[in-house]
């Protein structure tokens, strides 16, 4: 029985049964049964059927389970043998050999070097993956994105710094290239990239690495457990980049509409780097942070990085500003005490944070998760995760304070106009 596999290495399964060898070896012992497998692979490495000795025309020959004449069939040319391996079963009296032979249309190192240049130069180069000879069933994982065929969601250009410090292993037998390197596209980050090609055409894409634990044909960048349709047809520059803090990426916005909780952010050229986990200050000096997706590195940006958002998730200024009274007007009785989000808006909220700055209570300044005052998760007031008195305006996402207004997304009794 034979089989072939892919077009640059022919695997070989061969069966031997001892009735189809001379009576010599009448017995089924493990010696034997080896010995008579290696009568074959010697036949089928020469091409010629006299050195079989087969004791009986009365047999049937199959390759690929399908009926063959072994005058014609893959017996009668020669092969360059590269590894072979038997084993016996004396119960069965028969014997299992497994053949591997090279083809000879395997790819150069040159092409698999050039091969693998290209794909990283996709982050700064917008021709390079149209340089790339992409096979019509290649696969691949990028980001932990599966693309079949791999031509489509290519990135193309964006980044100014290309990434570099390139290490090559390259395996013109496996027609494998894996490109050990720093993603400096992206940031300061350790990568690798191993591109299959057979037939002068890439066939298989994956990754390795520290950067998610890619590995092999699989691993990429990990997401965040949901549903990812690809990339938006079009970002806008949402803000750019101030600092690390405690993992995760502290931007000011440069748009002036307010984004979306949790919505995914992009580099310009597409590439995606995490979600937006906040968003902080006035509404006419904003702030927003970004949990980096698996395999980003916060600290891996430089102050002025841009940082980019799909258009849709976008909301306009004016819905956050108070509607003006309008004279003679009926009154409306408010749902809840959470104004238009009901008790705290649609995710709670603490009715509100500070009075429209970026302090609180217990004083002004810093970036932290508990006390008083600036960018905090647990004094009172300011965009405050949680906390004591809050006041009028402000992002928050917890607390059980009162005041009115903000951008609130969980906590106590909610609060005017809560988002």
């Known amino acids: 029985m034979l089989s072939r596999s892919a077009k640059d290495t022919v695997w070989f399964t061969v069966v031997c049964f001892l009735a189809l060898i001379t009576s010599v070896f009448a017995e089924c012992t493990r010696e034997r049964l080896l010995a008579a497998a290696n009568i074959y692979v010697d036949a089928f490495s020469a091409g010629r059927l006299d050195g079989l000795q087969l004791a009986s025309s009365n047999f049937t ?3 690929n389970n399908k ?37 000879a249309n395997r790819p150069s190192r040159e092409l698999l070097r ?19 000879p992409w096979g019509a069933d290649c696969e691949r994982v990028e980001g932990s994105q599966y693309t079949r065929p791999c031509g489509v969601q290519l990135p193309r250009g964006g980044s100014s710094k ?5 290490r090559y292993v390259i395996d013109e037998v496996m027609g494998s290239v894996d490109v050990l390197y720093s993603f400096d596209a992206l940031g300061n980050m350790p990568d690798s990239h191993e591109i299959r090609v057979e037939d002068g055409e890439v066939k298989g894409r994956g990754g390795g690495g520290d950067r998610g634990g890619r590995g092999g044909f699989r691993g990429g960048r990990g997401g965040f457990g949901q549903r990812d349709d690809g990339p938006p047809a079009q970002v806008l520059e949402l803000g750019t980049f101030e600092h690390a803090v405690e993992g995760e ?10 984004p979306h909780f949790n919505a995914q952010v992009f580099l310009e050229n597409k590439t995606p ?9 006035p509404l006419n000096q904003v702030y927003f942070t970004v949990k980096p997706q698996t395999g980003i590195v916060a600290t891996s940006f430089k102050p002025g990085d841009k940082v980019f958002v799909g ?14 009274k309008v004279l003679g007007a009926p009154k409306v009785k408010k749902a809840g005490r959470g104004g238009a989000g009901g008790r705290g808006g649609p995710r709670g909220g603490a009715r509100g944070g500070g009075r429209g700055g970026f302090s609180s209570r217990g004083g002004g300044g810093g970036f932290s998760r508990g006390g008083g005052g600036g960018f905090s998760r647990g004094g009172g007031g300011g965009f405050s995760r949680g906390g004591g008195r809050g006041g009028s305006g402000g992002f928050s996402r917890g607390g ?3 005041g009115g207004g903000g951008f609130s997304r969980g906590g106590g009794r909610g609060g005017r106009g809560g988002y």
């Open 61 to 63: 020959y199959q390759e």
């Open 67 to 103: 009926a063959a004449d072994i005058k014609r069939g893959i017996l009668s040319q020669s092969h360059n043998i590269s590894l072979n391996r038997s084993t016996a079963d004396t119960i069965a009296c028969a014997s299992y050999t497994m053949i591997i032979e090279t083809a």
């Open 114 to 132: 050039k091969v693998g240049d290209a794909y990283l130069d996709m982050w700064t180069d917008a021709k390079a993956a149209d340089s790339i």
């Open 162 to 166: 290309r990434n570099g410090n390139r």
């Open 249 to 258: 990426m502290f931007y000011k916005s440069t748009n002036p509409k307010i």
């Open 273 to 281: 780097i995490g979600k937006i986990d906040e968003v902080l200050g």
């Open 311 to 324: 258009s849709e998730k976008l909301l306009p200024l004016e819905r956050f500003l108070p509607k003006p």
């Open 400 to 402: 059980g304070g009162r």
